[in-house]
């Protein structure tokens, strides 16, 4: 996305184009998201509101596989010297991820769960 996130922009550009539609087919799902500044406006949570979501404590530990793998991403990002080179490096990199690393990534979750309740507020070696 160009520019600056806000919390409308969140709605009208991701949930209300991509997630809404994503969740509706599928019964039963748990959106997660961090308590980043959009994921915590009142407009996105009124949106969110038709949907079940996972409560996220603040201030809490990357536990979400996405953080991982954007950090992957970022190690691996060439030099790029405008916004377009910078998109289809995004865009290249995101389509080779090895689908082995992101399905053991999903598979952690209930283990980095468990370390972030046990360590309390403490770091976990996630």
Not at 50 to 59: D, G
Not at 82 to 101: R, T
Request: charged share 20%; net charge positive; with cysteine.
């Amino acid at each position: 996305m160009r520019g600056t996130l806000t919390g409308q922009r969140y709605v009208d550009d991701i949930l209300r184009l991509h997630v809404g539609p994503f969740l509706n087919g599928l019964p039963g799902a748990i959106f997660q998201q961090d308590n980043a500044r959009p994921h915590t406006a009142r407009v996105a949570q009124d949106f969110l509101r038709h949907f079940q979501t996972l409560p996220w404590p603040p201030r809490s530990p990357k536990l979400s596989p996405v953080e991982h793998v954007w950090d992957q991403l970022k190690r691996q990002m060439p030099s790029c010297h405008s916004i377009h080179d910078l998109e289809l490096a995004v865009q290249d990199l995101w389509a080779h991820l090895p689908q082995d690393k992101i399905k053991c990534l999903i598979n952690s979750i209930p283990d980095r769960v468990a370390a972030f309740v046990a360590a309390g507020s403490s770091p976990t070696h996630y």
